[in-house]
């Protein structure tokens, strides 16, 4: 049997599509991450590949520039947020693949000082920061937009010390922007997630903000409606399974159960 020409034409661009279809499923997942997630999730990335999985790309900045780019049309895989408002942003917009949305992590707020640096500071009603400022800045990731920062701006404004320190915050555009400001030297002091700090040598916690100044700092995860990879559902669940979370509390966060939204 004789193929003719426009039938070989047609099965020489099927045979191309499903090449590419292929090539493209088998590229590793893409996951958009907050900043304060770098050591633990590549140490789960690390995990998930010594499984005989393609390790995922991973790509962190502050969760309010990632989901800029998620609402642009920006492709990827899974997202990760350091909140639940810049989560609730990209699934209003059609963004989350539905059912895929959980809470998995928690995190606390801490009041980071350069290691060589001497002295805690009691975080309550009223305390003098300004004062222990001196002529410094407060390092902060911006209160405006930025998990961290808003976090921080809201404990700072349940303690009546906001107003005090508002005019002196130095800001970052992420997390870890804020908490290099403290490495430098170049802010005395800069408000981060615990774990930010216990990851960097350069820093030392100089107190820790109580748990009611603030809502509950928690991570959600979500598989991008777009997604088409076949290992990014699967890499979510690892995350969120009981392995995942240890790599997390290894780190310093706090896993819970996960929580469907």
């Known amino acids: 049997m ?13 045979c191309a599509a499903v090449s590419l279809s292929a090539a493209a499923s088998a590229k590793p997942p893409l996951v958009l991450a907050a900043a304060s997630l770098q050591e633990s999730l590549n140490a789960a990335a690390d995990a998930w590949a010594a499984k005989h999985h ?10 309010s520039a990632l989901a800029k780019q998620i609402d642009a049309g920006a492709p990827a895989d899974l997202f990760i947020s350091a909140d639940e408002p810049w989560m609730d942003d990209i699934q ?10 959980v809470s998995f992590l928690g995190n606390t707020l801490v009041l980071a000082a350069p290691a060589a640096s001497k002295g805690d500071i009691a975080i309550r009603p009223g305390f003098p920061l300004a004062k ?10 911006d209160p405006d937009s930025v998990p961290a920062g808003k976090y921080g701006k809201a404990a700072l404004t349940a303690l009546g010390v906001w107003p005090s320190v508002q005019a002196r915050v130095v800001r970052g555009d992420s997390v870890r922007a804020a908490l290099a400001f ?44 777009g997604s088409t ?17 240890a790599i997390f509390r290894h780190y310093g966060f706090l896993p819970h159960t996960p929580q469907a939204l």
């Open 54 to 63: 393609e390790r995922p790309v991973l790509s962190f900045a502050a969760s």
């Open 92 to 101: 209003k917009n059609g963004f989350v693949a539905p059912g895929t949305r």
């Open 182 to 225: 403290v490495e430098r030297g170049e802010a005395p002091y800069g408000i981060v997630y615990g774990t930010d700090a216990l990851s960097s040598k350069a820093v030392r916690i100089a107190g820790v903000f109580p748990s009611s100044s603030h809502v509950p700092i928690t991570y959600p995860i979500a598989r991008l409606a």
């Open 132 to 141: 222990v400022l001196g002529d410094g800045k407060l390092a902060m990731a």
């Open 229 to 245: 990879n076949r290992d990014a559902e699967a890499f979510r669940l690892f995350l969120i399974s009981a392995q995942g979370r």
């Open 2 to 14: 004789r193929l003719t020409s426009r039938c070989l034409s047609l099965l020489l661009s099927l």
